[in-house]
């Protein structure tokens, strides 16, 4: 698979990535060589091999899942820096 000039305006586009007119080839190179090296990979045969979620065999850590009280209050807020009426307050992150 290759991609062409169109294709990489059109991806820096949808990824709003702001591409000069100069960098769109070698830009072209980046995209065709991560490809080539895509298309290497799916070469693999990998049908015997099970997936994995880390490259150390090891068992999940498992506890059970029991409702507990979740604790006086007022020790649980003396670790905050600023409280009000009982709750948490934190900086506006939402304009």
């Known amino acids: 698979m290759s991609v062409d000039q169109a294709t990489v305006r059109r991806i820096a586009r949808l990824a709003r990535i702001r591409l000069d007119e100069a ?3 070698q830009m072209q190179g980046e995209l065709n060589a991560i490809l080539s090296f895509v ?4 070469e693999v045969d990998v049908s015997g091999v099970e997936p994995m979620t880390s490259v150390i065999p090891m068992a999940m ?3 059970d899942d029991v409702v507990t009280d979740c604790g006086d209050v007022a020790s649980i807020l003396a670790n ?3 409280t ?3 709750f948490f307050v934190v900086p506006k992150v939402v304009e």
Do not use: I
């Open 84 to 86: 009000e009426d009982g």
């Open 23 to 25: 960098d769109v080839p």
């Open 80 to 82: 905050a820096p600023v």
């Open 61 to 63: 850590k498992m506890r």
């Open 39 to 42: 298309e290497q990979l799916n």
